[in-house]
């Protein structure tokens, strides 16, 4: 079984909803974000979303871009980053999926992209720009190489093509909170709840919603309606307000922000 579905078996089982942090490669070194990795899954991370940087992201906010052109200013490349992850597999059994734009996947061609991530112990990947339609040959390559291709369903995504999407997508369906970008919202869209029905209606997949989501009482917000829980801006602004001091420090201080936001995430009925 694919770590992905074993971790949202065992949040269901236990009356959860499964946290995904999000967290920027080679940021601020590839060192202290296998670190961090570890100390999520320490922490109450039931799956773990990493971004691989890229110089012209397609829906990440200011944040997550100016995390990415930090990394790429150190020279992160992309199979060191596999290296890295490999180096966490070792010792550390929860799930990765890489956030990944197409445009690398296809410089380094997709086949060789799902061996080479699937042989370093990623589990699933997230190509946001790739719509589900347009991606079939990929998905089937990412699958054929043990990769769970998950796919994005948006505000306005209309009820057929949100069928077809879900029917597409492994592991589980990104929904994206809100329209536009990532980053930290003050409050979540008051119709989230519905929204997040309707994609339900029509599937049995997991749903994860991302975008926008930053504090422990919009964590169990969510919680209560979806299947999992994204945070991502919120978590690289901590780690980039860290990277300045003791390593140490900034792993601690990260896990415990994590860690907050994890005690959030059981549904109490």
Known sequence: MNRIDAAFRCTRAANAAAL??????GDPDLAATGALIEEFARRGADLVELGIPYSDPVADGPTIQSSYVRALEKGVKVQPILEMVRDVRSRCGVPILTMVSFSIVSR???ESYFQRAAAAGVDGVIIPELPADEGKEVARLAESNGLHPVFLVA????????????????????YIAVAGTTGARNELPPDLADHIARLKAVTEKPVAVGFGISRPEQVAAVARVAD?????????????????GPRAELISGTGDFLAELATAKTRHI
């Open 20 to 25: 995904m942090p999000f967290i920027t490669a």
């Open 108 to 110: 380094i061609g997709p």
């Open 155 to 174: 505000p306005t995504t209309p009820p057929e093509r949100m069928k077809a999407i879900a029917a597409r997508s492994r592991g589980f369906i990104y």
């Open 228 to 244: 999992g829980v994204i945070v991502g801006s919120a978590l690289v602004r901590k780690i980039a307000e860290l990277s300045s």
